[in-house]
């Protein structure tokens, strides 16, 4: 059974950087496309960034483009979300989510597996 497992949130000031952590386990995960979405208080769960694991191929919200980056450990079955140059508005709980196969999509329905999440705190 696949499991995602997140960590690294915290509460950081505008203009930091956070690396959060998805690990995974139970799968064969070089045929998987791993993705970030996050929720804020109030709002829609929103697309972040994903990677499709075998090729390292990315694909990123316009909000993050530029300030993120999506990456993958293969030794470790980690993908790691950097996110620099923060913003009060980059506040929610982030989650890591897994397709079991490749693709490039925003859409949370298209991924079959999900992490509980870590809490992102920008402060103004």
């Known amino acids: 059974q696949v499991q995602l497992v997140e960590s690294g949130g915290g509460l950081v000031q505008t203009g930091g950087s956070l690396r959060l952590s998805c690990a995974a386990s139970?799968?064969?995960?070089?045929?998987?496309?791993m993705g970030w979405f996050r929720q804020a208080p109030g709002l829609e769960r929103e697309f972040v960034a994903s990677i499709v694991w075998s090729s390292g191929v990315t694909y990123y919200h316009d909000s993050v483009k530029g300030r993120s980056t999506i990456s993958r450990d293969n030794a470790k079955n980690t993908v790691y979300l950097q996110m620099n140059s923060l913003k009060p508005e980059d506040t929610a709980i982030y989650s890591c989510?897994?397709?079991?196969?490749?693709?490039?999509?925003?859409?949370?329905?298209?991924?079959?597996?999900w992490g509980q999440g870590t809490q992102v705190t920008v402060s103004s």
């Open positions: 139970g799968g064969t995960f070089t045929t998987y496309t």
């Open positions: 989510a897994a397709a079991s196969r490749r693709l490039i999509s925003r859409k949370a329905y298209n991924y079959d597996y």
